[in-house]
């Protein structure tokens, strides 16, 4: 077993401020398990650590091993670990709950009243190894390292869509960023009627959106969403509305395509408050609104996995980045780019099944 290993660690505050260092390899508790790791993702939330915009400024404690989206395999497990094996692989939920407050014990284990994330308020995953709590894991089967590391994005994706009704309807997809373009391959892969994919100026994404299986894969600034959304609904507009931009005028566009009795989804986090005209938009046209947060653990996991192996969903387009764990710096860079979907970085000793 190795002593010293290769973290990616914020080190200090500002933009970049980021360092491959050699740290101790962790010991588990009682608790977790030792994941040597396979390949790690970049999420969006990565990005405002890297930039440290205000909410990583108010939130995250330098110096911080980062990251929350992995794929490994079991190396060691702590005293009271049940259920896994030495060898197992795996992924995990990075909402780390603590199964005792009146959220957990009613089922709502993803709004924990004392949640912590790790590779946030926690030490990250973007390391050679990992000591996770082992209640966090989910096994992965043979399923390809690139898919099995997105399944946080995956599920909330997963979570969004399948808390509306999406099978035979019309769906909105507000945004095409990873968990956009994911959410569309998900109604797709259940069986929505028409999926209309709307992202803004970025041209690769909404390509990509088309890629994913949107019907329509449109501009907000240079298309006619509404006459588009209309013409291909009978004139009544879209049943559901799945909106992951965080943006108060695709919020105000979205409901505008939504049919009377329609139901919008909002996983998109927004910069400050939004209004709207709760009269016209909501309460006459019967709309439901409804906020989303994480994953429900861990039936989204089961279902997400269910999705994976029945063959219908298709994610080959949304990994755009294989990279090495060294390239990092390379990785983030097309991230900020937004020319990417998912950016996937793989240890030195796994062989990733490229074309899987
Ligand atoms: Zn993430
Ligand atoms: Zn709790």
Same mark, same amino acid.
């Given at each position: 077993m *190795?002593? $010293?290993? *290769?973290?990616?660690? *914020?080190? #200090?505050?500002? !933009?970049?401020?980021? !360092?491959?260092? !050699?740290?101790?390899?962790?010991?588990? $508790? +009682?608790?977790?398990?030792?994941? #040597?790791m396979e390949a790690v993702s970049i999420c969006g939330t990565d990005v405002h650590i890297y930039e440290w915009d205000d909410w990583a400024s108010k939130r995250i404690k330098v110096p911080l091993i980062y990251g929350h989206e992995f794929s490994g395999v079991i190396e060691e497990l702590g005293a009271d670990v049940i259920g896994f094996q030495k060898g197992d692989r795996v992924s995990g939920e990075c909402h780390v709950h603590?199964?005792?407050?009146?959220?957990?014990?009613? /089922? @709502?284990?993803?709004?924990?009243?004392?949640?912590?994330?790790?590779?946030?308020?926690?030490?990250?995953?973007?390391?050679?190894?990992?000591?996770?709590?082992?209640?966090?894991?989910?096994?992965?089967? %043979?399923?390809?390292? $690139?898919?099995?590391?997105?399944?946080?994005?995956?599920?909330?994706?997963?979570?969004?869509a399948f808390a509306t009704d999406v099978p035979g309807r019309n769906i909105a997809v507000l945004g095409l960023g990873p968990i956009g373009l994911m959410s569309v391959a998900v109604c797709k892969a259940v069986g929505a009627r028409k999926v209309f994919g709307i992202g803004r100026k970025n041209k690769y994404r909404i390509n990509l959106g088309k890629e994913c299986g949107a019907d329509f894969a449109?501009?907000?600034?240079?298309? %006619?969403?509404? *006459?588009?959304?209309? %013409? @291909?609904? !009978?004139? +009544?507009?879209?049943?559901?509305?799945?909106?992951?931009? /965080?943006?108060?005028?695709?919020?105000?566009?979205?409901?505008?395509?939504? +049919?009377? /009795? /329609?139901?919008?989804?909002?996983?998109?986090?927004?910069?400050?408050?939004?209004?709207? %005209?709760?009269n016209e938009k909501v309460i006459f046209k019967y709309t439901t609104i409804k906020g989303i947060n994480g994953r429900l653990m861990f039936d989204t996991w089961y279902r997400m996995r269910g999705l994976m192996e029945s063959g219908n969903l298709n994610l080959d387009p949304i990994v755009t980045h294989e990279l090495k764990f060294d390239e990092f710096e390379e990785g983030m860079a097309a991230m900020r780019s937004g020319n990417s979907g998912k950016v996937v970085l793989y240890m030195d000793w796994f062989k990733p099944q490229r074309n899987a």
């Open positions: *190795k002593e $010293k290993m *290769k973290a990616i660690v *914020k080190v #200090k505050s500002g !933009e970049g401020g980021t !360092e491959m260092q !050699e740290v101790p390899v962790p010991k588990p $508790k +009682r608790n977790e398990a030792l994941i #040597k603590d199964n005792m407050c009146f959220q957990c014990r009613t /089922g @709502n284990a993803h709004i924990c009243e004392n949640m912590k994330i790790f590779g946030v308020d926690m030490t990250g995953i973007f390391a050679e190894y990992s000591a996770l709590p082992a209640a966090n894991l989910l096994k992965s089967g %043979d399923m390809p390292a $690139k898919f099995v590391t997105i399944q946080d994005p995956l599920g909330n994706a997963v979570h969004t449109l501009s907000s600034l240079t298309d %006619d969403v509404e *006459k588009i959304v209309a %013409d @291909n609904t !009978e004139g +009544r507009g879209v049943d559901v509305v799945l909106e992951m931009t /965080g943006n108060p005028h695709a919020v105000n566009q979205g409901l505008d395509l939504l +049919r009377p /009795g /329609g139901t919008l989804a909002l996983l998109g986090v927004f910069s400050g408050p939004w209004t709207t %005209d709760l």
